[in-house]
Structure formats: structure tokens, C-alpha cells
DNA sequence: CGAGAATTGGACCTTGTGGTCCAGTATCGC
DNA sequence: GCGATACTGGACCACAAGGTCCAATTCTCG
């Protein structure tokens, strides 16, 4: 771990700190990393610069740490519950729905997560680890859940759980892209449905007429 | 248009000119747009600050449109001739193998046009608009595709080319990104084949066994 | 060849940015 | 209550980045 937080903080500061990084993280989210300066954050808080420091001593870098893991628990807060019991078809399903909800309620500004990572890469690659992490622990649940569902019989035994998860997981998040892109949200609409589709065919039973 | 390019340039200057949106496009594609600044690309070129705004003339903004034009038309030279007549399941696969062949064989920095669009969204919308235009570019060759081969009765008539279309581009764009974040070609492979196996469930004849 | 335009070099300016510092105030634990 | 510690405000700094300007040089073309 790179970060120190060295004081302990107290009911206030933890509120204060939490504060400063919901707002971050929206101001991030519509302007990039690099179009938010400190000094936005700063007046998006009604903070000083001090308090910024305070609480992320290892500078805008932790900040920005800070944000990605709490847009990555936020994002998996959205998927909850289906999330992490894929184990039917149905839970997939309602997967999607969930997503698409989630994502068509809101502007439409990209994987807040996905996001990060194509501008954090070659500029601060600690950050950019981190936020590989996190995708690869989404990308985890939807692994684990095609390896269940495998395992139980509802896909063929010769269907390679890790690569259908990778290729799902690339379907959403490259129908967000093209969601921020487009400023719709029927690309990530329609690359759910193929994901889904791509599914079925290694589904035991023939897919769904 | 916003650009103006005033002096009509010789061979000379449109080499160099040239020489700058190569040198730049390589530099950009590595560090990002915010994490190149144009002292990099003064370096990376040997030329001088002058040169820059005088073949440029609307600073960051007009030279970042140039590396995404030139990017564009990069990434299509890669594909052809496929891109071009996707006209059977053969050119599908052709396809899919020039696309993982471009990539594999370079540095694992993602789509060049798609970060693009991540990063310009929210800082620059006129040239995020032009990004996207080129994105939308890049899909129309999947859609025209997809149609004439459901005209040509290899699709069942049902099927939705511009869905299809959009949900294949997703996966290459969200393989790209994974590709990008673990430094590896194996997610945009596997999004690659998982959107070709959705599209053969949207073929006349029963999917491959 | 010679005028005018294109090309090049690099000093310079201005603004914005991440980051530091210190002094003052609220808060906690004893 | 009181000392220590956390919290807050904001002035300040160093520097990097985008952009301007002008003078020198090269090239084109009649």
C-alpha cells in the first residue's frame, strides 16, 4: 500500500474526507482526471487546500486512488445482488437489467471505473494498477459465476468460463465508451444483448429460438 | 470546419507537418493527450515551438484532430481489405485476425481513436465530436456489412444490423480497453470471438457446432 | 536573380497547477 | 480544565504548459 493517512481522523474529518471525494468523484467523472484540477475540487467542497492534503497526503495521485475505489464500490453497488449469483439464466438477466438501469439513470459519461484506466496508463501507472485491479475483480464476479454455472451443468463442459467472462466484461465496457461517445445508451444495450447471446450458444441446451 | 491552415505549405512543410502529427500520434498514444505536453512533441520531433503553431495554428486542440484523423485512417489501413467487404463469414473471419494481428503486434496501448474519446469528452468537445464522428465511421463499416449480409439472405431477416453492428464494435472497443489494462491480446480475442459467435446466432443456417 | 512567401529558431510572457507552510480554531482524551 | 492533536483557512511558491512574437533563413516562382 502506498497510502499513509497518517492521522487518525475523527467523526468529522472522516466526513469531511468522505465529502471531498464523493464531489472529486463526480467532477472527475464528467471532466477527466486531467481536466480537474485541485483547485476545482477545492471550490466543489467548499474546502481549503490544506484539507486536501490533510487528508490525501500523497497529493492529487491518492486522491485520485481514493475516487477510483469508491466509484468501483459504487458501480458494484448498482449490481447487487445479481452480481454475485450469476448461477442462472435468470440472474444474468436481471444483471443486465440492473445495469442498464443503473447506467441509463445517469448522464451518460462512461464506466466511471473503465474510464480511468485508458487515461491514468502512462501517466501515473501506480493509479492506473490499482484501477486494473479493480476491473479484474468485476470482472472476477462474472468469471466465477460462468464457472458455477458450468460446473452445475447449464454450460457446456467444455466452455472456457475465463474467456466468456473477459468477453462479457469487454461488451460492457466497450458499450460504455460508445455510450459516452454517442451520448445513448443503446450501445451498451445492444452489446449486453449479444454478450447474452454469445452465452447461450455455449449453453448444454440449444439457445433460445 | 475550425480549421484554417492558412499558408498553402511545400513539399517541405508538408513533410515536416507530417513528420509532427507521426512523432506527436506515438507520443499521445503512450502518454495520453493531458500527459504530452507540446514541449514533448518539440523534443520528439526537433522542431520548434514556432513551427508547431505555425502548421497548427489552432494549438493542442487542432493538432490533437490531426493525430485522431491520422489514427483513424491508421487503424482502418490495418483492416482492409476485410473492413471493406464483410460480405461473408469468411471476411468475418479475416477480419478478426487482421484486427488481433495490428494489435498483437504492437505495444499493448489500447485502441488509438477510442482512448481518444475517454479523454477529449468533457475537456474538448469539439474534437471529442470529431473522434466520435470517426468511431461512428469505423461502426458503419460493421453495419454495411452486416446489411448487405442479410440482404443476401445469410442473416435472418430479423436481424438488426445496427444493433449487431454496435454490439460487435463494443466488444472491439472493450477488448481494446482490457487489452490496454492487463497488457495482454488475450481480451480483445476473446471479445472478438464471443462477438462473432453472436453474430452466427443471428445467421439463416443454425449456428456452427 | 530578386521579391515575396514559407519555414525555422528560440526567447519571452501569462496563466494555471500541484504542492508547501504557518497560523488560528475546534475537538478529543485524560 | 487543559494539553495534545486533529481540523481549517488561505497566502505563498516553483514550475510547467500553452501560446505569442520577431528576427533569421530558406524556398518558390516569375
Do not use: N
Not at 85 to 105: P, V
Amino acid at each position: 500500500m502506498t497510502t499513509a493517512t497518517a492521522p487518525r481522523l475523527t467523526a468529522k474529518g472522516a466526513a469531511t474526507r468522505a465529502r471531498i471525494v464523493a464531489a472529486a468523484a463526480d467532477l472527475v467523472l464528467a471532466r477527466g482526471v486531467g481536466g480537474t484540477s485541485l483547485d476545482d475540487v477545492r471550490a466543489g467542497t467548499l474546502t481549503s487546500k490544506s484539507q486536501l492534503f490533510h487528508y490525501f497526503p500523497g497529493g492529487k495521485t491518492e486522491l485520485v486512488m481514493a475516487i477510483a475505489t469508491y466509484q468501483f464500490e459504487r458501480v458494484l453497488q448498482a449490481q447487487r445482488p445479481y452480481l454475485e449469483t450469476l448461477d442462472t439464466w435468470a440472474d444474468w438477466d436481471g444483471w443486465r437489467d440492473a445495469l442498464l438501469a443503473h447506467y441509463g439513470s445517469q448522464p451518460h459519461w462512461g464506466c466511471p471505473v473503465g474510464t480511468l484506466v485508458s487515461e491514468l496508463t502512462g501517466t501515473d501507472p501506480v493509479a492506473a494498477a490499482q484501477v486494473a485491479g479493480h476491473l479484474d475483480s468485476w470482472c472476477g464476479y462474472l468469471r466465477d459465476g460462468l464457472r458455477r454455472m458450468r460446473d452445475s451443468g447449464l454450460l457446456r463442459p467444455d466452455a472456457d468460463p475465463d474467456r466468456l467472462g473477459l468477453a462479457v466484461f469487454a461488451s460492457v465496457q466497450g458499450g460504455l465508451l460508445l455510450t459516452q461517445a454517442t451520448r445513448s445508451i443503446e450501445p451498451l444495450s445492444a452489446a449486453l444483448d449479444a454478450a447474452l447471446t454469445a452465452l447461450h450458444a455455449a449453453a448444454l441446451t440449444p439457445p433460445r429460438s
